[in-house]
């Protein structure tokens, strides 16, 4: 079965200061993996995804992630943080191949202080 | 082109009492989830619909739920009778056929069982 740990359920950084957000995995075989956010009010919206191609991935709103199977890791950073950046981060696997289930991690609360 | 649309966006009712969610996809996408956060927790998958077909209905939590998608387009789930641990966020996402096909999510109904 595979499973998601996001490290942190709130994050706190200051505008302009670098964002990590950590996303460990578990999973038999490399899934593919996302990282997903929700601003308030709204729905989920894909950032960025991994599905084997390049492992350091470039999303939205600047901010990349890098795939890196020793450590079964797959963190979010932002070189500057914003304001607007403030918004709940999941991270998430799925199998790979065709349109199978999503399996979350429990969610990281990012707040940006002017 | 619409998003995916999720009614109502908050319902409150009363332990035994029945409700129904309503999850219009994308048009055009045959793939259709359903998916549950309950508060301090994970968003869990629920259920899977290709077309009007239950393609994976493992996460669903009892026979309380009845997940339906008649003709295959907007789907339907409805909790009876509802549970105080029935609280969360429903949310609903669809997908294109075909690898990697991204999941495009709703903006989830909130519900409160009292």
């Known amino acids: 079965a595979q499973s998601v740990t996001q490290l942190g359920s709130h994050v706190s950084v200051s505008e302009g200061a670098l964002v990590l957000l950590r996303c460990n995995y578990s999973?038999?075989?490399?899934?593919?993996l996302f990282w997903y956010v929700q601003y308030p009010n709204q729905g989920l919206q894909l950032l960025l995804k991994?599905?084997?191609?390049?492992?350091l991935v470039k999303g939205i709103n600047g901010f990349e992630a890098e795939f890196k199977k020793s450590e079964t890791s797959f963190h979010l950073t932002k070189p500057s943080a914003h304001m607007s950046d403030a918004a709940e981060y999941f991270c998430?696997?799925?199998?790979?191949?065709?349109?199978?289930?999503?399996?979350f991690g429990k969610g990281t609360l990012l707040t940006v202080n002017p | 082109e619409a998003g995916v649309t999720q009614f109502p966006s908050h319902s409150v009712i009363e332990k035994g009492q029945t409700v129904t969610l309503r999850c219009d996809p994308i048009?055009?996408?045959?793939?259709l989830y359903w998916y549950r956060r309950v508060m301090g927790k994970e968003i869990k998958f629920l259920l899977h619909?290709?077309?009007?077909?239950?393609?994976?209905e493992s996460g669903m939590p009892n026979n309380r739920f009845l997940a339906e998608r008649t003709g295959g387009t907007y789907s339907t789930l409805k909790v009876q009778p509802a549970e105080l641990e029935d609280s969360g966020v429903y949310f609903c996402?669809?997908?294109?056929?075909?690898?990697?096909?991204?999941?495009?999510f709703g903006p989830g109904t909130r519900l409160t069982v009292l």
């Open positions: 996402a669809s997908s294109q056929e075909g690898t990697g096909g991204e999941q495009f």
């Open positions: 999973s038999s075989v490399p899934p593919y």
């Open positions: 991994y599905t084997s191609a390049a492992t």
């Open positions: 998430a696997v799925r199998k790979r191949g065709s349109n199978y289930k999503l399996t």
């Open positions: 048009s055009g996408h045959d793939n």
């Open positions: 619909f290709v077309k009007e077909s239950k393609q994976d």
